[in-house]
């Protein structure tokens, strides 16, 4: 049974740099798609981007200048990072599978992370 | 604004069938993309509902149902159980924005 279990700082200032890291447990790694997704306070979800061993990267067009997404394929984790960051980047983040064929659907979740920015 | 247009929210009464719509455009529902569904639940992690326009994954009741037609998704949810009160996300790609899109989303209450 695959689980994701997440982690990183929740409460950044304005300007500072959001970094996320999410651990694979039980379940290949390198085969799957590996998302970023959040959902701000009252809000929808908004995917951020996804990786995928082999050099596979796609990050959503909105937040592109700011995102990075790093693998460790030997650590089965990935990481999000988001510079910049904003008020409008407060949000709970998740990071989440898809399969081995395509980005989604998105099959496992990680528990989510709440992130707050504020000076 | 999400590209993927969904009824803020539905009710219904136990025992009975609601639908929740999910209206796009020809750059997204209306592509050969498959539609997902999603549940969520306050404080969780969403959960996968129905892939690929119409599927379940294991375990997953079949009082939960999708259909794709056109430019439009539904998800049908029978026999309501006061556990179906979350909050649905209809899910796909967009060609045109060459983002994944999911929908506003859609809280269910039962009566």
Redesign the interface.
């Known amino acids: 049974q695959v689980q994701l279990q997440q982690w990183g700082a929740g409460l950044l200032k304005p300007s500072e740099t959001l970094s996320l890291t999410c651990a694979v447990s039980g379940d290949s790694f390198s085969g799957y798609y590996w998302s970023w997704i959040r959902q701000p306070p009252g809000k929808g979800l908004e995917w951020i981007g996804v990786v995928k061993h082999g050099g596979y990267i796609n990050y959503s067009p909105s937040l592109k200048s700011r995102v990075t997404m790093p693998l460790d394929t030997s650590k089965k984790q990935f990481s999000l990072n988001l510079n910049s960051v904003t008020a409008a980047d407060t949000a709970v983040y998740y990071c989440a599978r898809g399969t081995v064929n395509d980005i989604f659907p998105f099959e496992v979740w990680g528990q989510g992370t709440l992130v707050i920015v504020s000076s | 604004q999400?590209v993927l247009t969904q009824p803020p929210s539905v009710s219904g009464a136990p025992g009975q069938r609601v639908t929740i719509s999910c209206s796009g455009s020809s750059s997204n529902i209306g592509t050969a993309y498959?539609v997902?569904w999603?549940q969520?639940l306050p404080g969780?992690?969403?959960?996968?509902l129905i892939?690929?326009n119409t599927n379940r994954?294991s375990g997953v009741p079949d009082r939960f149902s999708g259909s794709k037609s056109g430019t439009s998704a539904s998800l049908a949810i029978t026999g309501l159980q006061t556990e179906d009160e979350a909050d649905y996300?209809c899910?796909t790609?967009d060609k045109s924005?060459?983002?994944?899109?999911?929908?506003?989303?859609t809280k269910l209450t039962v009566l």
Request: charged share 10%.
């Open positions: 999400s498959k997902q999603y969520h969780t992690a969403p959960k996968l892939y690929g994954p996300y899910q790609y924005l060459s983002d994944v899109v999911f929908g506003g989303g």
